[in-house]
Nanobody, 124 residues
Framework: EVQLVESGGDLVQGGGSLRLSCAAS????????IGWFRQAPGKEREGVSC????????YYADSVKGRFTISRDNAKNTAYLQVNSLKLEDTAVYYC?????????????????WGQGTQVTVSS
């Protein structure tokens, strides 16, 4: 059974930090790029970041560049999203997803597997 399980979301004050984790099982983790997406209430889900299968390439939405860092540990079948300098507008459910392709990392239809999401809430 394929699973992607996010964890690490929490309530945090503006300017704070979290490390989100995405634990994978049931597929060959190294063969897949991992993307992070988020969905705020009343908004469409949007791409946040993506990392290639071996970690050699990373991609970020303009809104999070310089604040968020994506990484992965293939020996642990886990990907991470370090989120720093959090703003109110970062409040959302954060999802990880797996794809074989990174040609257009924002295109959600290309992602084969999705996790259940973890809630990040930024307060003032």
């Amino acid at each position: 059974e394929v699973q992607l399980v996010e964890s690490g979301g929490d309530l945090v004050q503006g300017g704070g930090s979290l490390r989100l984790s995405c634990a994978a099982s049931g597929f060959t983790f190294d063969d897949y790029a991992i993307g992070w997406f988020r969905q705020a209430p009343g908004k469409e889900r949007e791409g946040v970041s993506c990392i290639s299968g071996r970690g050699g390439r990373t991609y970020y939405a303009d809104s999070v560049k310089g604040r968020f860092t994506i990484s992965r540990d293939n020996a642990k079948n886990t990907a991470y999203l370090q989120v720093n300098s959090l703003k109110l507008e970062d409040t959302a459910v954060y999802y990880c997803a797996a794809t074989r392709y990174t040609g257009n990392w924002r295109m959600q239809a290309w992602y084969e597997y999705w996790g259940q999401g973890t809630q990040v809430t930024v307060s003032s």
